[in-house]
């Protein structure tokens, strides 16, 4: 377990990454998706459409986990955040979704009225998902601990990822 106010969760949700949202279908299984997100005061909100499945997905089951994974095979860390989750609408919706957009368009982008406009209607709600526990991670400490500074050491031990 973590705390949202340690330094290496803070540095993660302060940062633009491409985040999984875990919600749960009506069959038990996982729906995962990637999002976009922003947090503020212990909450963190990520727009959507009211028609996606991780909306209707949250209207029956309200609860959801968001995971941060900053996707670097040479100083791989990750947060995973869950609690309960439920569905803002209206201008605060607006409020809030105008924040997410703004930390991962441009400002050219969201006045493009090719683009602006098209997210503002698609994202017509924000989830809120209240922090309920915090798990962290950072490879650049286990291997510190488990492998010695191998990893770190020999660069090439990772291969390189996908992009």
Not at 131 to 140: E, G, K, L, N, T
């Amino acid at each position: 377990m973590a705390s949202i106010d340690d330094p290496l969760v803070q540095e993660l949700l302060a940062g633009r990454y491409v985040a999984t949202l875990a919600t749960q279908n009506q069959d038990g299984s996982p729906h995962l998706v990637s999002v976009w997100f922003f947090y503020a005061q212990g909450k963190c909100y990520i727009a959507t459409a009211s028609r996606s499945k991780k909306a209707r997905n949250l209207k029956e089951r309200p609860a959801a986990a968001l995971m941060v994974d900053s996707r670097d095979e040479a100083a791989s860390r990750g947060v995973t955040i869950s609690g309960a989750a439920r569905l803002l609408s209206g201008e605060e919706s607006k409020r809030l979704n105008s924040k997410i957009h703004a930390k991962y368009l441009s400002d050219a982008a969201i006045h493009d009225a090719r683009v602006g406009p098209v997210f503002a209607q698609w994202d017509d709600v924000t989830i809120e998902l209240s922090v309920a526990s915090v798990y962290a991670w950072d490879m650049r400490e286990a291997d510190r601990l488990a492998f010695g500074g191998a990893f770190q050491q020999n660069p090439g031990y990772l291969l390189p990822l996908a992009r």
